[in-house]
T-cell receptor, first 113, second 112 residues
Framework: EAQVTQNPRYLITVTGKKLTVTCSQNMNHEYMSWYRQDPGLGLRQIYYSMNVEVTDKGDVPEGYKVSRKEKRNFPLILESPSPNQTSLYFC????????????FGSGTRLTVV | QKEVEQDPGPLSVPEGAIVSLNCTYS??????FMWYRQYSRKGPELLMY????GNKEDGRFTAQVDKSSKYISLFIRDSQPSDSATYLCAMSDNTNAGKSTFGDGTTLTVKP
């Protein structure tokens, strides 16, 4: 089944403790992206990647890191999480323009206390 | 002001009604227009994908793009309770397929 898999689904952590949210896609898509979704603010793009080793900032990159060492994986790293990063995070992948929009994962609900 | 503004809703309609969901945008470089549906506690799923101006139909769903007015719409005919969800519009320009800008979403409830 074609899908984007992100883990964990739920995570509660403390301020300052580094964490990684994993994301993997099995569709051989070039593009991958991370979004956060907050009430009243909608879906905002954090980072995206056009291919292996090629990444760029989205609208809200501060406090996040990403890497794209393999085509299928695009982990999101929070080096020192803060309470304002409490949010619902989505990973997504796409084969690019002309072939459709993004396929989204099921989401990771992160709480930073 | 946001680049993409979406009618906030919420919207409640009886089963069988025609639903109109709308977004406006300010960036004239946007060329690709998408509608996503998001059920509660799920990720968004792509519903419609259109390029430039015009209409696209898929079953009960019709997407319209009017680039001259910077206005896009999604119409749902014969709405069903299973259509109850949040609908998100999204757009991107020609230069960067990776970057998409989303509206805040409109929550639709279809009552039996």
């Amino acid at each position: 089944e074609a899908q984007v898999t992100q883990n964990p689904r739920y995570l509660i952590t403390v301020t300052g403790k580094k964490l990684t949210v994993t994301c993997s896609q099995n569709m051989n898509h070039e593009y991958m992206s991370w979004y956060r979704q907050d009430p009243g603010l909608g879906l905002r793009q954090i980072y995206y990647s056009m291919n292996v080793e090629v990444t760029d900032k989205g609208d809200v990159p501060e406090g996040y890191k990403v890497s794209r060492k393999e085509k299928r994986n695009f982990p999101l790293i929070l080096e020192s999480p803060s309470p304002n990063q409490t949010s619902l995070y989505f990973c997504a992948s796409s084969s690019g323009h002309g072939t459709g929009g993004y396929t989204f994962g099921s989401g990771t609900r992160l709480t930073v206390v | 002001q946001k680049e993409v503004e979406q009618d906030p809703g919420p919207l409640s309609v009886p089963e069988g009604a025609i639903v109109s969901l709308n977004c406006t945008y300010s960036n004239s470089a946007f060329q690709y227009f998408m509608w996503y549906r998001q059920y509660s506690r799920k990720g968004p799923e792509l519903l419609m994908y259109t390029y430039s101006s015009g209409n696209k139909e898929d079953g009960r769903f019709t997407a319209q793009v009017d680039k001259s007015s910077k206005y896009i719409s999604l119409f749902i005919r014969d709405s069903q309770p299973s259509d109850s969800a949040t609908y998100l519009c999204a757009m991107s320009d020609n230069t960067n397929a990776g970057k998409s800008t989303f509206g805040d979403g409109t929550t639709l409830t279809v009552k039996p």
